[in-house]
């Protein structure tokens, strides 16, 4: 085999190491941007309370029933809307480790594409 085939051959598996790559990233792009625009909400009360937060555990919405306002003295409707943000965040983090470990190898391992 000649050099210049050589060469050529080499060019072409580098090429298509690249494109792997390329298409790779362009996977976990969309798949980091679809993550990112995902809710997660948690519960407490029966349903009665709700808590949403955004993918970064940010809380964007808090939904409290007239049923547990009523039920709920202050003290126990302030522990259900703590577990229902708690609910919501560790759901938004569960999410997050889930997307981040099937995106990144793990450390000391090499991925091929």
Known sequence: MEASDEAWEEFEEAQARLDAMVSA???AEERVDEWS???FSGRAD???ITAVTDALGVLVRLEISP?????????GLAHAILTAVTA???????????????LLP???????A
């Not at 965040?89 to 099937?102: G, H, K, M, P």
């Not at 793990?106 to 091929?112: D, L, T, V």
């Open 46 to 48: 029966d349903g009665g």
């Open 88 to 102: 919501a965040e560790d759901a938004a983090a569960a999410s997050r480790d889930a997307l981040f470990a099937d």
């Open 106 to 112: 793990a450390p000391g391992s090499r991925r091929s």
């Open 67 to 75: 049923r547990s306002r009523r039920r709920l003295d202050a003290t």
């Open 25 to 27: 990233a362009a996977r």
């Open 37 to 39: 625009a995902a809710e």
